[in-house]
C-alpha cells in the first residue's frame, strides 16, 4: 500500500533548523573564504543567522494547516519553498498576505512536476483552497516511489549504469526533450483538472522550467532568488490573479 502521499519531505517533519537543502553551513564558510562572494553575502544583508526554516508535520515550509476554505496553495521546488529566503520575503508569504489568506506553500527542495502533482493531487480536496498557484520545475526531475514507499527524486548522472535495463530505459527517457516535456504537459494539466473539478482558481506561474524566473538577485545561498525576486515573482502572479477576476 502506498504511503507518504502526503508528505514533503518527511524527514523534516516538525523541525526547526538554522540551514536547509542548498543553502547550508558548507557553502555559507566556502563563500566567506571568497572576497567576491563575501562581499556579495554583505551586500545582501545576510549572516549566519539571517534565515530560519521552520518545517511543520508534514515536511513543508509552512504553517500547520488551517480550516479549509480562506487559503492558497503553492507548488513547486526549492524556489517556492524559498530556500535561501527569509521566511517571509518568500514569493509565497508575500502573495498570501496582500491577498489576505492563509498561505500553504507545498514546495519541496528538489522536487519534480510530478512532485506537486502528487501533493496536489493529495491535498487540494482536502484543503479546498481558493487559488492554486504552480511553479514549474526543471523538466529532467522526475519522482518515483522505492521499496520503502517513500518517494525519491530520479535525476540523470553516474549512478546509471549501462547493464541496467531500468537504467538505459530512464537514460532513453531523460535523453529526448520530448518525452520531458510531454512529463510537464501532464502533470500541468491534471493539476488545472483537479482545481476545475473543485471550482478553485489555477494560476501557472510560467509555462516553462525555473530558467524563466525572473531572478533579480540571489539568496543566501547565492543560488536560489533573492528578496527583490521573490517579489517580482509575486507582482507577477498577483497580476494574472487579478485578471482571472
Not at 90 to 98: D, E, L, P, Q
Not at 213 to 235: E, I, N, T
Request: some cysteine; overall charge neutral.
Amino acid at each position: 500500500m502506498l504511503k507518504n502521499l502526503e508528505y514533503g519531505s518527511w524527514n523534516l517533519s516538525n523541525s526547526t533548523l538554522a540551514w536547509s537543502g542548498y543553502d547550508s553551513l558548507e557553502r555559507w564558510k566556502a563563500h566567506n573564504k571568497k572576497k567576491h562572494t563575501r562581499e556579495q553575502l554583505i551586500n545582501l544583508g545576510y549572516t549566519d543567522e539571517s534565515i530560519t526554516y521552520k518545517y511543520n508535520e508534514y515536511g513543508f515550509r509552512t504553517e500547520p494547516f488551517h480550516d479549509k476554505g480562506n487559503s492558497i496553495i503553492f507548488l513547486g521546488c526549492s524556489y517556492t519553498v524559498g530556500i535561501g529566503a527569509r521566511y517571509e520575503d518568500t514569493m509565497a508569504n508575500v502573495v498570501s498576505k496582500r491577498l489576505n489568506l492563509d498561505g500553504i506553500n507545498l514546495g519541496v527542495a528538489g522536487g519534480a512536476n510530478d512532485t506537486s502533482f502528487r501533493l496536489a493531487n493529495y491535498w487540494i480536496e482536502k484543503l479546498k483552497p481558493s487559488i492554486v498557484v504552480f511553479q514549474p520545475t526543471e523538466f529532467s526531475r522526475l519522482e518515483t516511489f522505492c521499496e520503502d514507499h517513500i518517494p525519491r527524486l530520479c535525476l540523470p548522472g553516474p549512478a546509471f549504469s549501462e547493464k541496467n535495463w531500468f537504467a538505459i530505459y530512464f537514460k532513453n527517457y531523460l535523453m529526448y526533450d520530448e518525452n520531458l516535456k510531454l512529463n510537464y504537459d501532464k502533470n500541468r494539466l491534471a493539476i488545472e483538472q483537479i482545481c476545475q473539478n473543485n471550482r478553485i482558481k489555477f494560476i501557472q506561474t510560467y509555462d516553462g522550467d525555473l530558467t524563466n524566473w525572473p531572478m533579480c538577485d540571489y539568496g543566501r545561498d547565492l543560488a536560489h532568488p533573492g528578496v527583490k525576486s521573490h517579489q517580482h515573482m509575486a507582482d507577477i502572479i498577483l497580476k494574472k490573479i487579478n485578471e482571472e477576476r
